[in-house]
């Protein structure tokens, strides 16, 4: 089963693990060269960042893939304050999950909720963001549920609009709720460093 497998895959993988600023974080090490970071809220346990980053084919590390977590402002430090405001203004796309969620944002949508359509699309394995003013359009994909080969419903798909921001919704499956509570008893088995000792791998 693909759910048993991803797991597998995780207890098999090298991790390193460190406390720091509330948050518990986690470095994955994969057979195959990948790596993996993750953060947790120290409290709560909920996934605040995940990231990827692979090598090259000539064997050089690539640029860390943001999966889960906010994105740094785009030439945040190299930018005027004119193009930095102008640049804010643009819808900004982020996933920010919860215990029972998969939850992704777009903030600066400023349209009201009906012009939004937010539908799944199965066969391409995503879901698709539009507006009826054709002002903007989105698709992304779940790669939890590529990783546990399972189908995207429609109906676990809800959203929300609030202050300029587009609020996705979708519900996890009770396989990931399974997958994730069984991965949070493996975490408790890694030993955690904290930041005095010294330094994580993903910093």
């Not at 937010?118 to 391409?124: F, G």
């Amino acid at each position: 089963m693909a759910v048993t497998g991803w797991v597998e895959s995780l207890r098999a993988a090298e991790k390193t693990a460190l406390l720091q600023d509330g948050r518990r974080k986690v470095h994955y090490l994969f057979p195959d060269g990948k790596e993996m970071a993750e953060e947790y809220d120290e409290k709560t346990s909920e996934l605040l960042v995940r990231k990827w980053r692979m090598k090259s084919a000539l064997g050089a590390l690539g640029q860390w893939q943001l999966e889960v977590g906010e994105p740094a402002p785009p030439g945040a430090g190299s930018l005027g304050p004119e193009l930095i405001k102008e640049s804010n203004a643009n819808p900004i796309f982020m996933r920010k999950d919860t215990k029972m969620s998969f939850q992704w944002r777009i903030r600066n949508l400023p349209y009201p909720k009906d012009v939004y359509s937010v539908c799944v699309a199965p066969k391409e394995r995503c879901i698709i963001v539009k507006t009826t003013n054709k002002k903007y359009y989105k698709k992304f994909s779940i790669p939890d549920l590529d990783r546990f080969q399972l189908p995207l419903d429609d109906s676990l798909l809800s959203f929300a609009h609030a202050n300029c921001t587009l609020i996705i919704s979708y519900q996890k499956p009770k396989e990931v709720m399974v997958a994730e509570s069984e991965l949070q008893k493996e975490l408790k088995k890694v030993k955690t460093a904290h930041s005095s000792d010294g330094d994580c791998k993903t910093q």
